[in-house]
């Protein structure tokens, strides 16, 4: 009874180490896609409202005619800033997502190798008592 006891314990603080690195890896790449995310919201909103107060001053078609080009590359850029974040944050959690797969392999083969290993040594443990 105390070996069964012994196993489970072992298995189990297996199993809760495997979490807890799995929400550790989890934990940190969510920190880095929302950190990614926020620095792209912040420098947006930075050029859309220097480029609102540029637009302020505006006061006939002329001006307005000089700004709009402007305007559209910071559009532009605000997108493709945005877009570079995604992916980026995208690329992060793939990266994630592959240590926590290799994470939950090495705990798959450690426990086939826990398994086998008992397997084993109760085989010979009954061939001895068989003779």
Do not use: C, H
Not at 18 to 39: D, H, T
Not at 114 to 129: G, P
């Amino acid at each position: 009874m105390y070996q069964f006891n012994d196993q489970f314990s072992k298995a189990t603080s297996q199993f809760a180490e495997a979490a807890a690195s799995v929400n550790r890896l989890a934990l940190e790449n969510a920190e880095k896609a929302f950190g990614l995310q926020l620095a792209a919201i912040s420098e947006n909103l930075n050029a859309s409202f220097a480029f609102a107060g540029e637009l302020i001053d505006v006061r006939d078609a002329e001006d307005l005619k000089a700004v709009w080009p402007k305007g559209i590359q910071i559009a532009r850029a605000n997108a493709e800033r945005s877009f570079g974040a995604a992916q980026e944050a995208f690329a992060g959690t793939l990266k994630t997502n592959e240590a926590i797969g290799s994470l939950a392999k090495n705990q798959f083969e450690q426990a086939g190798a826990q398994v086998k290993a008992e397997v084993e040594k109760a085989t010979k443990a009954a061939s001895k008592t068989a003779k």
